[in-house]
Nanobody
Framework: QVQLVESGGGLVQPGGSLRLSCALS???????????MGWYRQAPGKQRELVAT???????NYADPVKGRFTISRENAKKTVALQMNSLKPEDTAVYYC?????????WGQGTQVIVSS
């Protein structure tokens, strides 16, 4: 079972930027390339939703609300995945979770809070 640790959340004003990071342990960097990594978020009173995913070959997928504002990236040698969030809006406020998928096996991080408010 791999472990995921997110960091980088915080309070930011509308229009600002934040960069989230997720570090994976419990596997090798060679095996990490086979993981599909993703960021999800859950706002108060709402279901958890997809933000973005990235494959080992850097194929990306974004939810419509974040397209053009967020960028997901990964460094396979370091076993990390990042989410660069620009032009943040109050509706981006949520707990952001990192997820690792290897086949049918899912692993989640503990989440990091992002608050967008003036």
């Amino acid at each position: 079972q791999v472990q995921l640790v997110e960091s980088g959340g915080g309070l930011v004003q509308p229009g600002g930027s934040l960069r989230l990071s997720c570090a994976l342990s419990g596997t090798t960097f060679t095996a990490f390339r086979f993981y599909i990594m993703g960021w999800y978020r859950q706002a108060p009173g709402k279901q958890r939703e997809l933000v973005a995913t990235i494959t080992g070959g850097d194929r990306t997928n974004y939810a419509d609300p974040v397209k053009g504002r967020f960028t997901i990236s990964r460094e396979n040698a370091k076993k990390t995945v990042a989410l660069q969030m620009n032009s943040l809006k109050p509706e981006d406020t949520a707990v952001y979770y990192c997820k690792a998928n290897l086949g049918t096996i899912e692993s989640w991080g503990q989440g990091t809070q992002v608050i967008v408010s003036s």
